[in-house]
């Protein structure tokens, strides 16, 4: 017998996260929806239809001080939360290994990823892997710019816009310039 998957929701500087699990470890970390908890929770809710929102247990919610930390600008790379990655795909798996060592406040691009895979020519199909990321913050696809260090898409809420914010957290060096130029805040401002 399988156990359930459930969930929690938990506030943070950015609004409120979603985080469910089973019994292999995390199988989704969402970052907020624009709209607020309830968004959140149903974007939880559509993704796992049979589960439940419980109280965390013990490692989901050490997981969750540490996401909190990180988003409120603790340096924490997270790389030993447990994540259960059964049904992502091998590709995705390495790109989100890789992904996962960027330390807070540096970044890569997808075509140096790409190249640390052996595949220098799969920066599109590392972008894509990173598109479906469930992960996020965990697996930090925000650290993650398209060529010539332009900031690239983002599939969160918010898309381009909570990127620049998430690396801003982090004191990236990257957004120092984009800060003066978007309101990270007007979402509708910026294409994803």
């Known amino acids: 017998m399988t156990r359930p998957i459930e969930f929690s929701l938990f506030d943070t500087s950015m609004g409120f996260c979603g985080i469910a699990w089973g019994w292999k470890g995390?199988?989704?970390?969402q970052l907020p929806e624009t709209n607020g908890v309830e968004k959140t929770r149903a974007r939880l809710m559509r993704l796992f239809p049979q589960s439940n929102e419980a109280p965390p247990p013990v490692h989901v919610h050490e997981a969750i001080?540490?996401?909190?930390?990180?988003?409120?600008?603790?340096h924490d790379n997270l790389q030993d939360i447990a994540l259960d990655m059964s049904g992502v795909p091998a590709f995705h798996q390495k790109v989100y290994r890789i992904t996962r060592a960027i330390p807070p406040g540096q970044t890569?691009?997808?075509?140096?990823?790409?190249?640390?895979?052996?595949?220098?020519?799969?920066?599109?199909?590392v972008g894509q892997a990173l598109g479906r990321n469930p992960f996020a913050p965990v697996v930090p696809?925000?650290?993650?710019?398209?060529?010539?260090?332009?900031?690239?898409?983002?599939?969160?809420?918010?898309?381009?816009?909570?990127?620049?914010?998430?690396?801003?957290?982090?004191?990236?060096?990257?957004?120092?310039?984009?800060?003066a130029q978007q309101n990270l805040f007007d979402t509708d401002t910026v294409s994803k």
């Open 26 to 29: 995390i199988l989704c970390v």
């Open 108 to 125: 890569l691009t997808y075509g140096q990823i790409a190249s640390q895979l052996g595949e220098p020519g799969a920066a599109r199909a």
């Open 141 to 179: 696809c925000h650290r993650v710019l398209a060529a010539g260090k332009h900031f690239g898409g983002f599939s969160a809420s918010g898309g381009v816009a909570s990127k620049i914010r998430l690396l801003q957290i982090e004191g990236a060096q990257c957004v120092a310039g984009a800060v």
């Open 65 to 74: 001080v540490r996401i909190t930390a990180l988003l409120s600008g603790q």
